[in-house]
């Protein structure tokens, strides 16, 4: 009996032993079940190749020659495919090419500067006028991983048996490698467009040559800058269907279809009836959005150098609608306006709404607010924004400083810093890249010497005849380079 006790207790203290040596074991060894990273099962909400991790390639499964990126999504093998429920290497290609985009947020109409500088109503008239609804003014958070998966996948078809109409449009995408889908109409209600036109295509304005002579400065060759428009109101219109219905990726350059936009949005709040206007329709806009989401798809292959995309705050909404899961935690809270700071940015504005133009060959300054001379009162004349010279200030050429305060003990204060000088232009033909540098040069004199302090420069001089320009606002290095 001794024996069996003593036998039993010791069983007892080996077994304990033994479970101590594992469970110490199993602490230590960075290979053991605790330690090992456990694969996340797919939520119902996710098809492969999801889960994951953003921002890495996906690789491509099906064997298929994607030596030369560009042409294959050209290809109509890619983008003529039958829509299917899984994600495929074509859908890969474009992931992988918006890699290297920098997804940023949208940037929407500011209220308060608009009413600073007393465009707000002329502005919200022409919104209301083209029924853009609430597109360019209600700001979203932003999901760049959602945005990416749109971006690399968003497809628009239309019935096959017939002509092209707005309703029977759908925009199809996936999100973690689910495709979702949303009808064109839908897409109106999403930002509260007009839903009278069946078109999805605009047509180009006519008289695009004698609207051009009305609202912008040099002849009309095709394209120009939004600084060319005087307008202020017009001006920031223009920057706002950029940033937001036209998806551009270069918003200072306008277009033909621009200006077949800017037309209709403005004939009305003054009479443009004497300009040729036959056979221009304005496009739903639903289809129109469309359309040029799925011509962004592409630009990550087109051109050379980072591109950067700014539209995804638009789509927001469209997943919303769609039941795409958001994840708070990661969304991008910044909402972007096109505020003062942003103006003077772009050299439209400084601090004092100082308004920054060009009359024919001359940069001229206006002292904003002046609702009597920028309110558009239904007259054409308003738009041409002409203002009288009594209205306008010169711009600075030279700089004449006054003599410096000595300071006490007779120290003389430091000098200020040499004014940079004005370029030479010479009255011939050159290579536009040499023009672009030139423009850019005698805009950062002249800036230079209107943001000068009052008591370093006190005598205006007229500017130096700086030649035209398409190419003189200060904007982002890729849209000066391009």
């Known amino acids: 009996m001794l024996t069996y006790s003593f036998y039993f207790s010791f069983q007892m203290s080996t077994d304990s032993d033994t479970e101590r040596e594992r469970r110490t074991k199993r602490r230590s060894d960075p290979a053991g079940p605790s330690n090992r990273r456990i694969p996340r099962v797919p939520r119902d909400d996710e098809r492969p190749p999801w889960p994951h991790v953003d921002k890495t390639p996906i690789a491509y499964r099906e064997g ?62 022409m919104i209301a006028q083209l029924g853009l609804g609430t597109m360019a003014t209600h700001a979203y958070d ?14 628009l078809t239309y019935r096959p048996d017939g002509p092209k109409v707005a309703g029977d449009g759908v925009l199809s995408f996936f999100a973690r490698g689910k495709r979702y889908s949303i009808t064109i109409p839908q897409l109106c ?18 008289g695009v040559n004698d609207f051009w002579k ?28 950029a940033n937001t219905l036209l998806c551009k990726m270069e918003p200072n350059k306008v277009r033909l279809h621009d200006l077949s936009l800017l037309f209709p ?11 040729d206007t036959a056979g221009l329709v304005v496009p ?38 769609c039941g795409v899961r958001l994840d708070r935690s990661t969304a991008d809270r910044r909402h972007l306006f096109m505020d003062e700071q ?37 007259q054409v004349d308003r738009i041409r924004f002409r203002p009288d010279d009594e209205f306008l200030l010169e711009l600075t050429t030279e700089s004449r400083q006054e003599p410096m305060e000595r300071g006490v003990g007779g120290s003389q204060a430091a000098p200020a810093a040499p004014l940079p000088d004005f370029p030479d232009i010479p009255d011939v033909p050159m290579p ?18 209107v943001t000068r302090p009052p008591c370093a420069n006190r005598r205006s001089v007229r500017a130096s005849d700086p030649g035209p320009s398409h190419q003189y606002q200060q904007e982002e290095d890729e849209e000066a380079a391009d």
């Not at 003529?80 to 474009?94: I, K, V």
């Not at 949005?265 to 300009?275: E, R, T």
Request: charged content about 25%; proline content about 4%.
């Open 189 to 206: 209600s999403i930002y509260g467009f007009e839903e009278d036109s069946s078109s999805c295509r605009f047509s180009p304005l006519p």
């Open 432 to 449: 536009e890249a040499d023009f672009q540098r030139t423009v850019m040069s005698a805009l950062r004199a002249i800036w230079a010497r």
């Open 142 to 155: 932003l999901h760049v991983p959602l945005v990416r998966q749109f971006m690399a996948s968003v497809r």
């Open 265 to 275: 949005a403005v004939n009305g709040l003054v009479d443009l009836s004497h300009l």
């Open 284 to 321: 739903n806009l639903g289809a129109l959005f469309a359309e040029h989401l799925i011509s962004l798809k592409k630009k990550p292959f087109t051109g050379s150098g980072r591109k950067k995309e700014s539209v995804g705050s638009l789509l927001t909404p469209i997943f919303e609608l």
């Open 64 to 125: 298929r020659d994607f030596s030369d990126p560009r042409a294959v999504v050209s290809s109509r093998e890619c983008t003529d495919r039958a829509l299917t429920e899984q994600w495929d290497d074509f859908d890969s290609l474009h992931y992988n090419a918006w890699i290297d985009v920098d997804i940023e947020p949208t940037r929407f109409i500011d209220p308060e500067v608009t009413h600073k500088m007393r465009i707000q109503d002329d502005l919200y008239a």
């Open 342 to 378: 942003h103006l003077t940015h772009c050299v439209w504005l400084n601090e004092s709404l100082l308004w920054f133009f060009r009359i024919d060959r001359r940069f001229r300054m206006f002292q904003l607010p002046h609702a009597s001379l920028t309110d558009f009162d239904h």
């Open 214 to 241: 009305i609202i912008g400065t040099g002849s009309w060759s095709g394209s120009a800058t939004q600084s060319d428009v005087r307008h202020p109101t017009l001006r920031y219109f223009l920057r706002a269907i």
